[in-house]
Structures are given as C-alpha cells and as structure tokens.
C-alpha cells in the first residue's frame, strides 16, 4: 500500500464502478483532459516549452488506490474488483461494512450503496475522520441530513457531496454565464427531463432509495439552488405512477414549481416513462436581459436569446467520462480535497436543501398541498 490516498469503495455495484473507473482515469493521466497518455501532445510543454500554459490542470501527481471494496453480492465484488486488477490494484474485498470499518487501511471512501443505508456507513467514517464522497441523495429523512450534519461538524473529515453536475464543465459554463449577467436579472429557470425508468432496483422503493425526486433529480434541484443564489421557501407539485404502477412506490413522473426567496421561480417536468435512449434534459434561464437555452441532446453548446442580438457558446469537455466530463473532474476534484488543497463546491447544508425541495415535492403530491421549507431547510404545510 502507497503512503497516498487509499480509497475504500463501500458499493461496488454499477455507481460504484464507475468512481472506481474515473479513479483510474485520473491516475492515468497527465493533464486534465489528455488521452491519459505519455505520448499525448500536451506532455511536450514539459520537454520543449519554457512554461506549462495555465490552461493546463495537470493532474500526475494523483495517484489514488483502491485498497479496499465492500458490498453485500459476491459477484458486485468481483466485476468491482476485476477493474482494480486490471490497474495493479489488489483491494481486499468486504461482504459487510463492520467488517471493512474493523480491518481495511483507507484513508478515503467513496459511499455508492442506496441511499438508505448512507447513514451507517457516514457515521463510523466520519468519527474516524475519513474523507467522503458521498452519493446523492445523501439520506433519505431530513432528520437523517440534521444528524449527518451534527456528525460531520465533530469531525476532521472531509465531506464531498455528490453533486457531480456542479463538475460538469458544461453547468460550470452556465455558471460563469450567469455570473456575468448575461440574462440580466433572473427570474426563471427550467429542468425537463424525460428518460426510461431506472436501472437500480433499490430505486423502485421509496424507502431505500428516498423517491424518483432525490434519487434522480436533486442533482437539478442542487443545480437550481446553485443558480438561484436564493433560499427555496415554497413547492407545489403535481405527479403519480403513470406507466410503472406494479412492484414500487416511486412516482414515474411529477411536475414541481419552486419558489426562492428573492421571487425566482424554478420549475422542474420529469419522466421515466421515455423510450429507452430517447433522453432528455433541456434547461432554459430566463431573465429580463434575455434567456439561456441548453439544445436537445447538446451538452456542447448553450444558446443566449438576447434581446438585440444571440449566440451560442461552445463548451469542451473530457469524451470518456460520465455525465458529460462532470465524473472525471468530480474525481479530480475530490482527491485534491483529500489532499487539502480544494474544498468541495457543495456542503451537506447545500444537500439538505436540495433534499428539502425532493421532500417538500413529495408530500405536495401526496397531500395536495403547498409546502413551506424552513430556516433551517425542514418542511411544513404552508
């Protein structure tokens, strides 16, 4: 074992695979977006230029390893593990969290398991100040966030939520747009998303995965928030079992309207009831400057409708990754605040806010009510 970062994978199932995978990318690599490649050009800076440009992240000094994997299916351990030998790694393997906890040696650990089982593996990690990522959603009761947070606020550790469109260069690019005021003041903002169901069977059951709107859509909800810049105060919402109606108790569509402090309203339309490989997830931010639009099937451009003139603006990202690039930088960005050198761009505040909206969404649907988010992101009848 390196004297590095030793990552401990406590769900190695699909979700987990895949950090496993863009762990590896980010140690294969020299720079940021190369081909994870000595022979990639951006390596000649280092023989032939007098500087490395400031554009390029170089990331070879990230050497994570995997030293450890747990999850309850022998065969979930064995594809997991497979990938980790085909990279020189050969982690122990866990049937049980009690027993990781009493004999691996990790340093970091990477939660991937439903999110209802999240809280018995924070807490031991946490009181040995472990550095975390943490799939959303994080819990699946706000009175579960308020004792992760309790928990986290006694530790020296490191919690990374993971939010991975905050890392995707395409939202990171809306971000900045922003930022610049480009729409002016805004006061609107859209999410449709249309997909088939989900692959996870844990999603199907509202008790371990939280519902379709924490599973799936806090990442929009987070994103939302991180646009806003505003506290959400209001949800109504519309939705039900529409297609998927037999063996679960998630809702397979629903329509919220969020309103925020500063009077922004966000509205979110999901689906999953599409056709299988007809996704959709269209964004569009409206202010009194003009609005920005995210294309059909495009995570490369984002067209500005002003009110003089429109653009368009090209965004770049890593082809390999997941979620539009947004995995590999995620992973990046994780293992240099395992290293102090960068803090994670959401907190656990910023995920119990986004849970707020997912709860608050869920009891208007169920109850056919308003429903108000607190101070301190709990929910009430308005």
Not at 111 to 121: F, N
Not at 208 to 227: I, P, R, T
Not at 335 to 358: F, H, N, W, Y
Request: hydrophobic fraction near 35%; glycine fraction near 8%; proline fraction near 4%.
């Amino acid at each position: 074992m390196n004297d590095g970062i030793q990552l401990a994978i406590i769900g190695g199932g699909q979700r987990g695979r895949a950090h496993v995978k863009e762990s590896y990318d980010v140690r294969d690599a020299n720079y940021l977006y190369s081909d994870r490649s000595d022979e990639y050009p951006d390596r000649l800076y280092d023989q032939y230029a007098n500087r490395v440009p400031s554009w390029v992240d170089d990331v070879s000094d990230l050497q994570p390893e995997i030293a450890a994997i747990m999850d309850p299916s022998e065969e979930e351990r064995r594809k997991t593990s497979e990938i980790c030998e085909r990279h020189g790694d050969e982690p122990e393997l866990f049937q049980t969290l009690d027993e990781l906890l009493a004999t691996a040696e990790f340093n970091a650990a990477i939660v991937a398991s439903p999110p209802a089982v999240h809280k018995e593996a924070l807490l031991p990690l946490m009181d040995g100040d472990i550095d975390i990522l943490c799939e959303k959603g994080i819990v699946t009761t706000l009175a579960d966030y308020d004792e992760i947070i309790e928990a986290h606020e006694r530790s020296d550790s490191t919690f990374y939520s993971g939010f991975n469109l905050r890392s995707s260069p395409y939202f990171m690019r809306i971000k900045e747009l922003l930022s610049d005021d480009i729409v002016g003041d805004l006061g609107m903002i859209s999410c449709q998303e249309a997909r088939g169901p989900f692959f996870a069977r844990y999603a199907y059951s509202r008790e371990m995965g939280g519902g379709a709107l924490l599973d799936k859509n806090s990442h929009d909800f987070d994103v939302f928030n991180w646009f806003v810049e505003s506290d959400p105060v209001h949800v109504f919402a519309y939705g039900g079992q529409h297609a998927l109606k037999e063996n679960n108790n998630v809702k397979d569509h629903a329509s919220v309207v969020i309103e925020y402090a500063d009077n922004t309203v966000a509205t979110l339309e999901l689906c999953l009831f599409a056709p299988f490989g007809e996704r959709t997830r269209l964004y569009e931010l409206r202010g009194d400057e003009g609005l920005l639009r995210t294309p059909e099937g495009d995570q490369e451009n984002i067209r500005f409708f002003g009110k003089m003139k429109r653009d368009e603006y090209s965004v770049r990202s890593p082809k390999s990754s997941g979620h539009g690039g947004a995995d590999y930088i995620q992973m990046k960005r994780f293992l240099r605040c395992v290293q102090g050198e960068e803090e994670p761009p959401a907190t656990l505040m910023d995920a119990k806010k986004s849970a707020a909206i997912a709860f608050g969404a869920e009891k208007s649907i169920d109850d056919g009510i308003e429903v108000q988010i607190t101070d301190d992101y709990n929910i009430e009848e308005a």
